[in-house]
């Protein structure tokens, strides 16, 4: 039986420090979304988030998405795209409306909606989501979906999140001149959030780490919703650099030997293990590295004390912020650390003793069709992309005066379907 047909395709970047990632997703005629490609490359001319050189952002995004594009076999003119830094900022706004205590229409729904829009004060910085939560009648919290209900007052709960404008304007420049559209900037917490907490843990409460290259993103999910986040100017590229500069090597070295013999836990038996500087076929290149043996081979003992002594440094960053954004008490003890520093061996042990809280490695879900190399905690943004453009989620600031849509919860309807179908994943 023939494939059933795709109906509508996007695409997704996801423009971080270390790399720059791109998919290609269709919606078949059944309503299932299917990965058609996904590529990555590494990151040029950014740095800690933001554009530092538009040309060179603008090369690698263009790279990212070809890649996927051939996988694919198909082209996008659009893309949803992932933005870790500009300052991002998330808050709940509310308002409320008389209703009279009749049964609310959609057309009361819509009108408070446009209301709403109108009394949110950025404050001189740019909205980059505007959307409703959650509805409230006569002051009872938690409403789906008011219509049909009769109530004196509705209101509603907007969640809005804000970004540094020149920024994310340089962000969108470096995409358009790629030749693609900016379907929209969403901010990686929210990306990351959808694709690596379930639905029971953002409702709970759950501190997301998003543990990148030179951006440290901590955001607190409260009763679904996106509660507050913090930015921490460090990442595990800063790991790297210390290994390199403790041992007075090369970058891509210091690279390799903390993805393939790095680890956040010691053993016994690392003091007794020689591990090698260089590659396999480089042996005879370059000077030795400090500490290093005949052999250019250096002990792990001291490669995972230079590791852990810097986590160490990122560890208390992180728990500031936790501290900061108040997320103590009994409910929501959860830490969920993703991006790519979260695939440091033994992080989840390290940060649970560091941090005190109870730690889990975010899993990327296995969407159909996407590659295996990118079901890693790395690319949980991107997943998180695919997943957000996928539910298109209503935003208040696109709305207009004749607006007859049905208004949704958060958007987030596709993104309940997905999970449903791993329920049994988390």
Same mark, same amino acid.
């Given at each position: 039986?023939?494939?059933?047909?795709?109906?509508?395709?996007?695409?997704?970047?996801?423009?971080?420090?270390?790399?720059?990632?791109?998919?290609?997703?269709?919606?078949?005629?059944?309503?299932?979304?299917?990965?058609?490609?996904?590529?990555?490359?590494?990151?040029?001319?950014?740095?800690?988030?933001?554009?530092?050189?538009?040309?060179?952002?603008?090369?690698?995004?263009?790279?990212?998405?070809?890649?996927?594009?051939?996988?694919?076999?198909?082209?996008?003119?659009?893309?949803?795209?992932?933005?870790?830094?500009?300052?991002?900022?998330?808050?709940?706004?509310?308002?409320?409306?008389?209703?009279?205590?009749?049964?609310?229409?959609?057309?009361?729904?819509?009108?408070?909606?446009?209301?709403?829009?109108?009394?949110i004060q950025p404050d001189g910085r740019m909205v980059l989501h505007a959307q409703p939560a959650q509805y409230r009648l006569d002051g009872a919290h938690g409403v789906s979906n008011p219509r049909g209900l009769h109530a004196e007052r509705l209101g509603v709960d907007i969640h809005v999140v804000l970004a540094d404008g020149a920024p994310i304007r340089n962000l969108t420049e470096a995409?358009?001149?790629?030749?693609?559209?900016?379907?929209?900037?969403?901010?990686?917490?929210?990306?990351?959030?959808?694709?690596?907490?379930?639905?029971?843990?953002?409702?709970?409460?759950?501190?997301?780490?998003?543990?990148?290259?030179?951006?440290?993103?901590?955001?607190?999910?409260?009763?679904?919703?996106?509660?507050?986040?913090?930015?921490?100017?460090?990442?595990?590229?800063?790991?790297?650099?210390?290994?390199?500069?403790?041992?007075?090597?090369?970058?891509?070295?210091?690279?390799?030997?903390?993805?393939?013999?790095?680890?956040?836990?010691?053993?016994?038996?690392?003091?007794?293990?020689?591990?090698?500087?260089?590659?396999?076929?480089?042996?005879?290149?370059?000077?030795?590295?400090?500490?290093?043996?005949?052999?250019?081979?250096?002990?792990?003992?001291?490669?995972?004390?230079?590791?852990?002594?810097?986590?160490?440094?990122?560890?208390?960053?992180?728990?500031?912020?936790?501290?900061?954004?108040?997320?103590?008490?009994?409910?929501?003890?959860?830490?969920?650390?993703?991006? *790519?520093?979260?695939? %440091?061996? &033994? @992080?989840?042990? /390290? #940060?649970? +003793?560091?941090?005190?809280?109870?730690?889990?490695? $975010? !899993?990327?879900?296995?969407?159909?069709?996407?590659?295996?190399?990118?079901?890693?905690? *790395?690319?949980?943004? %991107?997943? &998180? @992309?695919?997943? /957000? #453009?996928? +539910?298109?989620?209503?935003?208040?600031?696109?709305? $207009? !005066?004749?607006?007859?849509?049905?208004?949704?919860?958060?958007?987030?309807?596709?993104? *309940?379907?997905?999970?449903?179908?791993?329920?049994?994943?988390?």
């Open positions: 039986m023939a494939a059933p047909r795709i109906a509508r395709v996007f695409g997704a970047v996801n423009i971080g420090s270390f790399r720059i990632s791109a998919i290609v997703a269709g919606i078949n005629e059944l309503g299932d979304m299917v990965v058609l490609g996904s590529g990555h490359r590494a990151s040029q001319g950014i740095k800690r988030g933001y554009v530092t050189d538009i040309a060179a952002a603008t090369y690698a995004v263009r790279d990212a998405i070809d890649r996927a594009e051939k996988m694919a076999d198909t082209a996008v003119q659009k893309v949803w795209i992932g933005c870790s830094g500009a300052g991002l900022a998330s808050r709940i706004d509310q308002f409320d409306a008389e209703i009279g205590g009749r049964r609310i229409e959609q057309e009361d729904i819509d009108q408070l909606l446009l209301s709403a829009r109108d009394v995409v358009q001149s790629a030749h693609l559209e900016v379907e929209a900037v969403v901010g990686s917490p929210i990306a990351a959030g959808q694709a690596c907490l379930s639905p029971e843990e953002r409702d709970l409460g759950v501190a997301l780490v998003e543990f990148g290259a030179e951006v440290t993103n901590v955001a607190i999910y409260e009763q679904g919703l996106l509660k507050d986040m913090i930015a921490i100017p460090m990442g595990s590229a800063d790991l790297t650099d210390a290994v390199a500069s403790a041992f007075g090597i090369r970058c891509y070295q210091a690279e390799r030997l903390k993805c393939v013999n790095g680890s956040a836990i010691a053993s016994p038996h690392d003091h007794r293990e020689m591990i090698p500087v260089n590659a396999p076929g480089e042996e005879e290149t370059g000077p030795l590295a400090r500490h290093a043996d005949e052999k250019n081979r250096i002990p792990r003992a001291e490669l995972i004390g230079v590791i852990t002594g810097h986590l160490g440094v990122v560890m208390e960053e992180v728990n500031k912020a936790l501290k900061t954004m108040r997320f103590t008490g009994q409910r929501g003890k959860q830490i969920v650390f993703t991006g *790519g520093g979260a695939e %440091l061996v &033994g @992080l989840a042990d /390290y #940060a649970q +003793a560091a941090l005190g809280k109870p730690v889990r490695i $975010g !899993r990327v879900p296995h969407l159909s069709g996407l590659a295996e190399a990118h079901v890693k905690p *790395g690319f949980s943004t %991107l997943a &998180g @992309l695919v997943l /957000y #453009a996928a +539910a298109d989620p209503v935003d208040i600031r696109a709305m $207009g !005066r004749n607006t007859q849509r049905t208004i949704k919860l958060g958007g987030f309807g596709m993104v *309940g379907r997905v999970y449903h179908a791993l329920k049994e994943y988390f």
